[in-house]
């Protein structure tokens, strides 16, 4: 065998393969405890496949902790993994009501925690990976590259060998910056650590309603998250000013497909938004483009500016960033991935869940071949699979662990047989108020005179992908 510079293996490398460790007999492992790492691991442990789960909090889902007051908008019924659920059975749990919409935290207590117990020592708690590499191999080296095992780095420096990688780990703690460009807006870092925004889904009715009710609040962003937080602020006392801040010239797209939405919760998520705005409650601006956040005191002012250079500056005590979210591939930088260059997901999954064209219930089902990057035995799964795409809902991750585990496992013909039934949505898809939006058109939404009258009609929709919202 000879020894170049070009890739070929060396007869050093061979014995490491052949008298190295059996790869297979390595565990799988599984990044993260959320609905998603926790759900694959059900059907690693259904197909008898060795596997630890790392989970770098010190509560199982700890992300969903996080968001623990937030009710979902999907049923019991689409929440809850088909393995899992028989896992559990077995242990003699009975499954919540199909149609209760859980909090975050009821996620956790009647789902999550009770199938993190059977997990026992194949759970790992306050285990944060901090890279994941292969054994002796940079992202440069190829031969033998596929028979040696992955290198997972914990945060503390212990490391660990796994003959495949799930990566569930999510995006929670990666979200998007209040600048409209995507970069930070200038002032942001500092009006952060001077405590005056706050990431998305502040628990405003509860543990830190002290710092919302009777304060001036700006809510920057246009989905879900958005939503959710306006709603509770409008609970507070009416001396509580709320201002919702969007990109685009009009909300047609987080207000969504009220009665026609196919998640009733979800539907009336926009209806009660829209009411709010139309009472006055909320005020709503449109055509506003973060540029930039300056402390004054104890306030903020965040200013927006267009492509035209037109400004507009909002004084508030408190500014909440709900801007969505974004993956972080750096745990991985080390591998080979195959990444959209717009979403961030796999390239071939990207045009599956693009939020241009998709709701979270119109995305196709996907499985292994859709999530398999160049890297073999590493997969990205979850959230954090759709990038930057505010489409995912659960049940999709549910299905892209069945399929890759199954793969995983050598039933290719189990792994390609992917099936989702999703609820329908008006939400996020091409829905007649979306259209009429695109068709006024950014060209006449960014002009300086109708940003001074924002509530004009007119729209900014932002184009290309990542304009969407569903989820997040
Ligand atoms: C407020 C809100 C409401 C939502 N409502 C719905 C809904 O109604 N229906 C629906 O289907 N979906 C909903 N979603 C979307 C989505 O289903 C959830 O975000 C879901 O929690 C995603 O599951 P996940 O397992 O992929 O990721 P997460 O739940 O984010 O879990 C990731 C886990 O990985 C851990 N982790 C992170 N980094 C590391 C690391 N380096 N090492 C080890 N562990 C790590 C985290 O601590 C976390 O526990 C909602 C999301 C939000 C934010």
Not at 58 to 72: N, T
Not at 357 to 381: I, M
Not at 458 to 470: N, W
Request: proline letters at 5%; hydrophobic letters at 40%.
């Amino acid at each position: 065998m000879s020894n170049n510079c070009c890739g070929t293996t060396t007869a050093l490398e061979l014995e490491r393969i052949v008298n190295g460790p059996n790869v297979g007999a390595l565990p799988v492992v599984v990044i993260g405890a959320g609905p998603v790492g926790l759900a694959a691991a059900a059907h690693l442990a259904e197909r008898g496949q060795d596997f630890l789960v790392l989970e770098a909090g010190e509560q199982v889902a700890a992300s969903v902790a996080r968001w623990g007051h937030v009710r979902v908008f999907s049923p019991w019924k689409y929440n809850i993994d088909a393995a899992a659920r028989r896992l559990l059975e077995a242990g003699g749990w009975s499954a919540p009501d199909g149609e209760w919409l859980p909090t975050g935290a009821e996620l956790i207590d009647d789902y999550l925690a009770p199938l993190a117990k059977l997990l026992g020592e194949r759970l790992r708690l306050g285990a944060k990976v901090s890279a994941v590499s292969r054994e002796g191999y940079d992202r440069v080296r190829t031969n033998g590259r596929e028979a040696v095992p992955f290198l997972i780095r914990l945060q503390d420096g212990e490391e660990l060998r796994a003959r495949a990688v799930i990566d569930a780990s999510g995006t929670y703690e990666n979200p998007n910056v209040l600048g409209a460009s995507g970069l930070p807006a200038r002032g942001e870092a500092g009006a952060v650590a001077a405590g005056l925004v706050d990431h998305a889904l502040p628990d405003v009715l509860g543990a830190d309603r002290d710092r919302y009710e009777g304060n001036h609040v700006l809510v920057v962003g246009a989905g879900h998250s958005a939503a959710t937080t306006l709603l509770a602020l409008a609970q507070l006392s009416e001396d509580t000013r709320i201002t919702w801040a969007i990109r685009a010239g009009g909300a047609a797209r987080t207000y969504g497909g009220g009665d026609a939405d196919a998640l009733p919760a979800r539907g009336a998520l926009g209806t009660r938004l829209r009411a709010h705005v139309d009472s006055g409650r909320i005020q709503l601006v449109t055509g506003f483009f973060t540029h930039t956040v300056r402390c004054a005191g104890e306030q903020a002012i965040v200013v927006s500016r267009d492509a035209s250079g037109h400004e507009q500056a909002i004084v508030v005590d408190r500014v909440v960033a709900a801007t969505g979210y974004r993956p972080d591939h750096t745990i991985a930088s080390e591998l080979r991935l195959d990444l959209d260059p717009i979403l961030g997901s796999t390239r071939a999954l990207a045009p599956l869940i693009d939020p241009n064209r998709h709701s979270c219930g119109t995305v196709p089902a996907h499985g292994v071949d859709e999530l398999a990057h160049p890297e073999p035995g590493f997969y990205a799964v979850g959230v954090k699979s759709y990038g930057r795409a505010p489409t995912f809902l659960m049940a999709t991750g549910y299905e892209q662990v069945r399929s890759v585990v199954a793969a995983l496992a050598g039933d290719w013909e189990a792994a390609r047989d992917v099936r989702l039934e999703l609820p329908e949505t008006g939400v996020c898809s091409s829905n007649l108020a979306e259209a009429q939006e695109q068709r006024v058109g950014l060209a006449t939404g960014i002009s300086g005179g109708l940003l001074d009258t924002p509530l004009a009609g007119a729209t900014a929709a932002v184009p290309g992908r990542g304009g969407g919202s569903c989820c997040g």
